[in-house]
């Protein structure tokens, strides 16, 4: 059996590095809503925002009995890099990237699409709630 998720995801710091959260939505193929993720992850940049989005999204994928992942993010860097596009660089990304890889292994099929700020306005939205109520706002 097949089941495939929708995800978006987004993470974000303030002052990168700086106060960060991350937030994802995962949609059955209909596009309804069957998680959220909303979490504050202490001091963190944009980037490794991004990519623990990924993890917790690629957990609760896993937790869901999910076979399929079709993930969107508006960071083309990560996009990239996920893809393998570009290499990892950044020493503290690295580990972060080698555990979406091995979790990925778990998934019959599994993307990283690149789309426009706008188009992930509900994670983004999850990111900044993460954060306000992390830092007692």
């Known amino acids: 059996m097949n089941k495939k ?8 710091a303030r002052n990168n590095p700086g106060p960060a959260g991350i937030g994802a939505v ?18 963190a940049t944009n ?10 999204a690629l957990a609760k994928a896993k937790e869901l009995g999910a076979t399929e992942l ?12 996920l893809n393998r596009e570009y290499r990892v660089k950044d020493k503290d990304l690295a580990p972060l990237f080698v555990r979406i890889y091995n979790s990925t ?20 939205r999850l990111v900044n709630l993460a954060i306000d ?3 007692g706002n």
């Open 105 to 124: 292994l778990g998934f019959k099929k599994v993307t990283f699409t690149h789309v426009p700020r706008e188009k992930n306005k509900e994670a983004d």
């Open 47 to 56: 980037n490794q925002a991004e990519y623990k989005a990924v993890i917790a």
């Open 70 to 81: 079709e993930f969107f993010l508006d960071s083309e860097l990560v996009v990239k890099q």
């Open 133 to 135: 109520k992390g830092m």
């Open 5 to 12: 998720l929708i995800i978006y995801t987004d993470g974000g």
């Open 26 to 43: 995962l949609m059955d193929e209909t596009g309804k809503i069957i998680a959220e993720i909303s979490e504050y992850i202490g001091s």
